[in-house]
């Protein structure tokens, strides 16, 4: 399985609960159609010590079941709607990642 990890940044003229009104209740759905995905996790970007800005506003992680499956999802009409008009496209960073855990001793399995 390849998981691809996305650095999302919003479009300057959103502030950030904009952004994630946008992003869980509209962008979602949509991502939610794609062909062939596996899992998503949306992670919310929170601020740091003393409100210090994140580095990004949020970071996606879609699961396919190999690089051709996400390409043929993004490919497909689901994915071509994928239409990220809420970010800053230009900051965009993506990542695809073979992920192994490493199960710890006395860690419980999620």
């Known amino acids: 399985m ?16 904009e952004f994630r009104r946008h992003w869980h209740a509209r962008h979602r759905p949509l991502l939610e159609r794609l062909p062939g995905l596996r899992r998503l996790v949306l992670n919310d970007v929170l601020p740091g ?5 994140g580095a990004c506003d949020g ?14 999802a993004f490919a497909a009409a689901e994915g071509q ?19 192994r855990e490493v199960p710890l001793p006395g860690a419980a399995a999620h």
């Open 2 to 17: 390849v998981k691809i990890v996305l650095l999302l940044y919003r479009r300057p003229d959103l502030s950030a609960d």
């Open 49 to 53: 010590p003393a409100g210090a800005p």
């Open 59 to 72: 970071i996606a992680e879609d699961w396919f079941d190999s690089p051709d499956a996400m390409q043929a």
């Open 81 to 99: 709607a994928v239409a990220a008009n809420f970010l800053d496209l230009s900051r965009l960073q993506l990542l695809v990642l073979d992920e």
